[in-house]
């Protein structure tokens, strides 16, 4: 009898997860947290480590008084063994308040109590769980977006599922550990005061984004474009929307050891595709934004329901444009994720063709990500976390594999030496489909349709393929053991 009643439960347990036409269930979350606590206690990049440096030292600089010279006060620190002494601070100086405020306990352990903060796994944990706290925060503003669009609650829950179980998410936010969410985070509040047409909150949360990174300024404009059409209103924003950055800058003009890095890095990605044309030729990508923003300033909004598909859609196609132009690093593709969610609630026509285009286009990019970024993907990022604890340590293992090494050969099969070009072209062809298929139009937002048990199958298999391949690392190091053992 209790038998019977045990198989009876098992099967309406498996039945509510397949056949559920009302949105997400327990096993759904249950299995997109499973993932994010393996990655969790599992990976850390040293990006990461060395910004938490820069954010602990902001308070030694305050306790010797040199505050005001802090980028070159921190050449005269001695690095730990994760942070080599060449990743000086190049961000401007607000990421590492965040990161100060943060790490303030990180900084009472190593003051006072001399803990090395950077070999103890608590500690490193402890780094990566503000990652996570932005990361749902973000979620929560983008429900909030999705209720001023007027998209139906379980509609809003899968939107924020479909954010967080991202590839671009797990990828750069779990396995490597970036910090751009933190930027992601101030965009989605300043999209939400687009929303409702507040643009003076708009602009203020978009000027605290952009002091964090300058991305956020390349679809501050077009946004801005679409619905001022006043000259000098226009400079005043241009002037807002810069402020906090330039009000930074103002204590450190005279600090020599700002190495201005990083703006010379990104000018190098936005710049290095050219297309020949007349006498020389054109940068790709400043031709694609310089001529999204003569779109948004000619454009004339005439509805309420227009000004919601397009205050998603250009930011989204903002973005596209720089990932389809530019050899962008892996760590930035997570901007894509927030707005696509919400790009296929306002389209149901093409919604689970907009899914499977995503799975392709995300699937083909990791992997491109992991043969031409294999450091990111190596055994480093497991190196000073859980794994190595309980199995061995990574210097210690008779022969690694690497992610290149294993694609490399998978593709050499199948007659693909090289599969750069392949990888690049099914991410472009999938991204200008989506970009296609969602420009805005008079269609209907889904309001009140069911989710189907087709398309909830869809997502849970989505998951499964976006969390499988950013397990690699951790499968390349198991498999390392299993097949070479444990030690030299």
């Excluded at 601070?89 to 303030?104: E, L, M, Q, R, T």
């Excluded at 990361?135 to 209720?147: D, E, N, P, Q």
């Excluded at 499977?356 to 055994?379: P, R, T, V």
């Excluded at 970009?435 to 398309?455: D, R, Y």
Aim: aromatic fraction near 18%; proline fraction near 4%.
């Amino acid at each position: 009898m209790k038998k019977n009643k045990m198989n009876s439960g098992i099967k309406d347990f498996i039945n509510t997860s397949i056949k559920n036409t009302d949105g997400l269930v327990s096993i759904d979350w249950i299995l997109l947290f499973s993932f994010f606590i393996i990655f969790f206690v599992s990976y850390i990049y040293v990006d990461i480590i060395s910004t938490v440096r820069h954010g602990v030292n902001v308070w030694k600089s305050i306790e010797d008084g040199e505050l005001f010279n802090y980028y070159s006060y921190y050449l005269n620190i001695p690095s730990s063994a994760l942070s080599p002494p060449y990743h000086y601070p190049v961000y401007d100086f607000p990421i590492y308040i965040i990161f100060a405020v943060w790490n303030f306990p990180l900084w009472i352990l190593e003051r006072f109590l001399h803990v090395n903060i950077f070999t103890n796994l608590l500690c490193l944990l402890y780094m990566k769980l503000m990652l996570i706290l932005f990361l749902f925060m973000s979620a929560h503003v983008l429900r909030k977006i999705c209720g001023q669009l007027e998209i139906a609650e379980n509609h809003a829950k899968l939107a924020i599922f479909l954010f967080l179980s991202s590839g671009f998410v797990m990828s750069s936010l779990f396995v490597m550990t970036q910090y751009d969410i933190i930027m992601i985070f101030f965009l989605l509040i300043g999209i939400y005061m687009y929303l409702k047409d507040n643009m003076k909150y708009f602009t203020l949360f978009f000027s605290l984004a952009i002091s964090f990174k300058l991305f956020a300024f390349m679809f501050f404009i077009p946004l801005l474009l679409l619905k001022n059409k006043k000259i000098l209103s226009l400079i005043l924003y241009f002037l807002a929307s810069i402020s906090v950055t330039l009000l930074f800058k103002i204590p450190f003009l005279f600090d020599n050891g700002i190495k201005g890095s990083l703006s010379g890095l990104i000018k190098h990605m936005l710049t290095s595709n050219v297309f020949s044309v007349g006498l020389s030729g054109i940068y790709l990508y400043p031709t694609a934004l310089l001529s999204l923003c003569i779109f948004c300033y000619i454009k004339k909004i005439e509805s309420s329901e227009e000004n919601c598909k397009y205050s998603i859609y250009i930011p989204f196609l903002s973005f596209s444009l720089l990932f389809i132009f530019t050899p962008a690093y892996p760590y930035w593709f997570i901007l894509l994720s927030p707005f696509f969610p919400i790009i296929l609630f306002q389209n149901k026509k093409y919604f689970q063709v907009n899914l499977l285009l995503d799975i392709a286009l995300s699937g083909s990019m990791i992997i491109l990500q992991q043969i031409h970024y294999s450091w990111c993907y190596g055994l480093d990022v497991i190196k000073p976390m859980l794994l190595p604890k309980i199995f061995g340590a990574v210097e210690m293992m008779k022969r690694p594999f690497n992610a290149e090494q294993i694609y490399l050969k998978l593709f050499s099969l199948i007659g693909f030496g090289n599969p750069n070009l392949l990888l690049e072209t099914v991410f472009t062809v999938c991204l200008l489909f989506i970009l296609i298929l969602n420009f805005p139009k008079k269609s209907s937002i889904l309001m009140n349709e069911e989710i189907t048990p087709s398309l909830h199958l869809l997502t849970q298999f989505r998951l499964l393929i976006n969390g499988g391949i950013c397990l690699l690392p951790i499968m390349i190091y198991i498999l390392s053991i299993i097949v070479y053992g444990r030690y030299k």
